[in-house]
Each structure stands twice: as C-alpha cells, then as structure tokens.
C-alpha cells in the first residue's frame, strides 16, 4: 500500500530536517511491504520551514510539501489527508508531529495493525507500556493524564486509553468517510472529535504503546487555556447530543410509549380478570413489544434497519423473543414475585410494574444494541 506519512508545520526549520532523515536513512528502509512517503503540511511558516522541504525534495523524491494559510492544526491536516489522497494516491496516512515527540521506530508497528485488518492505529501514551516525559512538570503531567480521563469519563468510552495523542495512522476510507464533519474544528479539539466520530461509525481501532518524548528545539503550539475550553465544550456538547438524540435517547422515547401501551392494556388486565400478575403482565407486553420493534427498526436503529420482508420478519422473531426473554425472567419475574411476598392491593401492582420495567430497559437497550441491531464493523 501506498502510505503517506503527514507532517504539519509551523516553525519547524530546525527540526523537519532530523525528522526527514531519521525516516528516509532509518525506518523507510527497513519497511518493505509499503512504498513509503512523506508530505509536510506548513502553515506558510515565517522562519523557513517550507524552503528547507524544498531542499530536501532534491534529494529525496519521496517527500512532498503542501502549504496553506494557518487556521489550526485540524484545517492542516485535512488540507493535507485530501492532497494526499488526490495527489499522491495515498492509501494509508499517518498524523505525527515534527518535534520528534513521536517516536518513528513505531511506525512498523502502526503498519502491522494496518495490515491486521484495522481502520485506525493510536499511539496510546497511558496503556500497555506507553509513558509521557519524565522530566514533565507535575501541573503538565496532570493537564495530560487527567484531560483524557475527563474525555473518557465525559463521552463514556473507556475502551480508548489515549484521546488526544497526535500520532496516528488511518485508512484513505475513515478519512473519506469522516472529512465533511471535520472541517469545524480548526485547533486540538481536532483530534478528539476525529477519533469520536470513528469510534461512533464502527471502524476498528488499534492502539499501539509509545513512549512520547518532549521536544529539544522550538515552542509547543498547544494554548493550555484555549484548549481546555474547545476542548470541554466539544465533549460536553457531544456527549449531550449522542445520549440524549442519540440511539439511548431514541431509545427511551420508543420505551416510553410502549411503556404507556403496557400499562394500559395491563390495568384492563388485572381489572377485568384474577390472572396472576406475572401472567397478566406477559400479556399485555406483547402489544408494546410489537410497537417498539416497529418503532425502533424505523428511527432508532435505522441505520442498521431490516432492508427486506425476510430481514424484518427475521429481526422481528429475534425481537420477540429476546424480549420475551426479559419480560418473562426480569418484568414478570419481578412483578409475580411482589404479588406472593406483599399481596395485589392497590397500587402494589403498578409499583412492581413500574420496578420491573426499570431493570428490563437496561435488558432491552443492550439486546437490541449488541444482538439485534448490532454494527456491522467496516470492510
């Protein structure tokens, strides 16, 4: 595959000449499966950054530059990914910065992940024997370790070690697939909001332990106040959008009035029989049942929707009995139950109801995520 690895710049003179030598003469040599390239991404520096890659090009005809005007680490790299693709034909494309903070005897490993059939490769510095700078003031060693935690906590996505690091690797698809909702975040939020968006479309990510090193030469871009607030007004706005119209959201609006289509039918139940409680409450879930399947195949989960009769009337037996399943261990169980300890006088009745219902949603959402509608992962 062809792999374009993607440098941006901004006063980075003294500093992308190493980068491009340790590459060309150490890694790229060693990487025999891939044809190896190099694009810097300048930011039309002031100190020369772009004639000192123009005099690198003489000598290596792998290395390729692309300016612009300076509107953020996020503009430069999508400049830069969308050259990349239609002027290089890139198939893969890393992001690493030019400080020599990311250690390019990892890259072999990113390509292994590449190769394993991955979309996305991170080089994680808090898992699996990754480390940030000793030498790290403790103030910044708590800006790194507990931005991320606030991130992971925030977006409740555990799974991810390492949400704001800028070495990575990717497949031409995520880019394609992710580039018109990336042109908003212009500074370091970038980063984050990429990788939410990649986690949120099923494309399967690896993480790769590195050991970042601070930079010798030059100034850090990061603007520590800046991007703590891009940063937690991202995660926070996010975070509110995809629980409550994401698919939990939607999901508890369907719930909702099949809660209310239950009730109803089971109060005319257990008003106009002497059926026991768990028997009446098995019934009149059947008609709710019906309506959340329909509803969520429609709106829900619609991205994942039955696409034919055989696929609906498949996903709709799977649907019933799944929960069935739940109706009849957790919400009937739970219901019958609270008849034998404590009796059927009003409003013991609803009060078991409403109980049950509260454990079977939880059931039912991870069924209906994981089982029935489940994510395909990405070809």
């Known amino acids: 595959m062809k792999v374009v690895i993607i ?14 030598e340790i590459l060309e003469k150490d890694i790229f040599p060693k990487i025999k499966n ?8 300048d930011d039309n520096s002031p100190d020369g950054t772009a004639d000192e890659v123009k005099r690198l090009m003489k000598t290596y005809h792998n290395l390729d530059l692309n300016s612009g005007e300076k509107h953020g680490l996020g503009a430069a790299y999508v400049r830069a990914m969308t050259y990349a693709i239609e002027k290089m034909n890139a198939e893969v494309m890393f992001e690493m910065d030019a400080d020599l903070s990311h250690p390019p005897e990892k890259i072999p490993d990113f390509l292994k992940k590449i190769d394993e059939g991955y979309d996305f490769v991170i080089g994680t510095r808090y898992s699996q024997g990754g480390s940030i700078p000793s030498n790290w003031g403790l103030s910044r060693k708590m800006f790194s370790i507990v931005g991320n ?3 992971r906590i925030i977006l409740l996505k555990f799974s991810i070690h ?46 790769v332990p590195i050991h970042f090193t601070d930079r010798t030469l030059g100034r850090s871009k990061i603007a520590p106040r800046e991007y703590i607030i891009d940063l937690l007004k991202y995660v926070i706005t996010t975070s509110i959008k995809e629980k409550i ?6 999901f508890l609006v369907v719930g909702g009035t099949g809660f209310l289509i239950q009730l109803i039918v089971y109060r005319i139940i257990i008003n106009a029989t002497t059926f026991p409680l768990g028997l009446s409450n098995l019934l009149s879930a059947q ?24 696929s609906y009337f498949g996903k709709m037996l799977v649907f019933f009995a799944t929960s069935n399943t739940g109706v009849f261990f957790i919400q009937s169980g739970i219901v019958q139950l609270g008849e034998i300890m404590f009796g059927r006088q009003f409003p013991l009745p609803y009060v078991y109801f409403v109980f049950g219902t509260g454990l079977l949603l939880i059931y039912n959402f991870t069924m209906y995520r994981f089982v029935i ?7």
């Open 7 to 20: 440098i941006p710049t901004y006063n980075e003179k003294g500093n992308i000449d190493r980068l491009v």
């Open 34 to 41: 891939h044809d190896m390239n190099i694009l810097v991404a």
């Open 149 to 151: 935690l606030v991130v």
């Open 162 to 207: 390492d949400w704001t690091g800028g070495f990575r690797a990717m497949k031409k698809e995520v880019f394609l697939k992710e580039k018109s909702e990336l042109t908003a975040f212009r500074g370091y939020t970038f980063q984050v909001s990429f990788l939410n968006k990649v986690v949120r479309d099923g494309f399967k990510v690896a993480e």
């Open 245 to 250: 119209f994401g698919s939990f959201g939607k």
């Open 287 to 310: 008609l709710a049942i019906f309506s959340n399947y329909n509803l969520n195949n429609l709106w829900t989960f619609k991205k994942e929707k039955s696409k034919n009769i055989f």
């Open 373 to 379: 509608w489940r994510r395909k992962p990405h070809k």
